[in-house]
């Protein structure tokens, strides 16, 4: 294998979004040996650099599910919806009292202020039985959040919208909702839980960012090592020359994959796993 290509959310990153400091180091050795390093990732490219630490070695990523794709920290290619999109999918999360956020590649995320009312009532609920800890204090952090309120949006360049709720009658409602319209609208639907949906533009997923980043270094998908734990790994894990899932992954990935890690995103199961096999 010539490249790693790492998902963050439940692969890098444990469930309290936590990057390892370990994996750092085993991502510098791998990259001595001359291993090229990659994340993909649903994260914009502000989310990534938010976390990632300064020191670790990363060849290129792409962001929001190939929304964008970045060689050195440097936008290579990107698309966004139609703002006219935006502006009606937004309207129709807000006559249903959805919790909805805006995500652009360089800006955290946004909901206009006038909604954190209902916002609240839903996910200042007690914790459901259904929703892990993670997602939960998520959600208690974006209530006390000082940037995610705002008492305007652009719908200019988002790559992302993002749909919550504590109610899984009220998302699950939500999400049947987008997904009667996909094939006839411009999203591709995406969920990691029973309590949110995520749409991006359809016709860009991890696979088409990787192929630009392949272009970049001549490398082919017979080249290519994927590691990953949910469904918008799925386009990569279709493809890549050797793909492994993380302990922790739903069953899609887990079928789909040629070998698991044997420890969880929560044990330094990548780090513990990228030891074994390369170093």
């Given at each position: 294998m010539k490249a790693l290509v790492l998902d963050m959310?439940?692969?890098?990153?444990?469930?309290?979004?936590?990057?390892?400091?370990?994996?750092?180091?085993?991502?510098?050795?791998?990259?001595?040996?001359?291993?090229?390093?990659?994340?993909?990732?649903?994260?914009?490219?502000?989310?990534?650099?938010?976390?990632?630490?300064?020191?670790?070695?990363?060849?290129?990523?792409?962001?929001?599910?190939?929304?964008?794709?970045?060689?050195?920290?440097?936008?290579?290619?990107?698309?966004?919806?139609?703002?006219?999109?935006?502006?009606?999918?937004?309207?129709?999360?807000?006559?249903?009292?959805?919790?909805?956020?805006?995500?652009?590649?360089?800006?955290?995320?946004?909901?206009?202020?006038?909604?954190?009312?209902?916002?609240?009532?839903?996910?200042?609920r007690p914790q459901p039985e259904t929703m892990k800890h993670f997602e939960y204090l998520y959600a208690q952090q974006t209530l006390e959040s000082t940037v995610q309120w705002v008492p305007t949006l652009s719908f200019e360049h988002v790559v992302k919208i993002f749909f919550f709720s504590t109610d899984t009658d009220k998302i699950g409602s939500w999400y049947d909702h987008l997904r009667a319209q996909q094939d006839e609208s411009d999203?591709?639907?995406?969920?990691?839980?029973?309590?949110?949906?995520?749409?991006?533009?359809?016709?860009?997923?991890?696979?088409?960012?990787?192929?630009?980043?392949?272009?970049?270094?001549?490398?082919?998908?017979?080249?290519?090592?994927?590691?990953?734990d949910s469904m918008n790994d799925l386009p990569l894990f279709d493809k890549a020359g050797k793909r492994t899932a993380m302990k922790n992954s739903v069953p899609s990935i887990l079928e789909a994959a040629d070998d698991v890690t044997a420890y969880t995103c929560d044990e330094d199961g990548l780090s513990h796993y990228l030891s074994s096999v390369y170093l």
């Open positions: 959310d439940g692969t890098i990153l444990d469930h309290s979004g936590r990057f390892p400091k370990s994996l750092v180091a085993v991502l510098a050795a791998l990259k001595e040996t001359g291993m090229l390093i990659f994340f993909a990732t649903g994260r914009t490219h502000y989310e990534i650099t938010e976390i990632t630490p300064g020191d670790c070695p990363l060849d290129g990523y792409v962001a929001a599910s190939g929304m964008g794709v970045y060689v050195d920290g440097r936008l290579i290619d990107s698309a966004s919806f139609d703002p006219d999109f935006v502006s009606d999918m937004i309207a129709a999360a807000r006559r249903r009292q959805i919790y909805y956020e805006i995500h652009t590649l360089e800006n955290s995320s946004r909901t206009l202020l006038e909604d954190k009312e209902y916002s609240a009532a839903d996910i200042s999203y591709a639907l995406y969920t990691t839980s029973v309590h949110n949906a995520e749409i991006m533009l359809k016709g860009r997923d991890k696979a088409t960012g990787l192929e630009t980043l392949m272009g970049r270094y001549g490398l082919s998908y017979e080249d290519v090592h994927v590691v990953g």
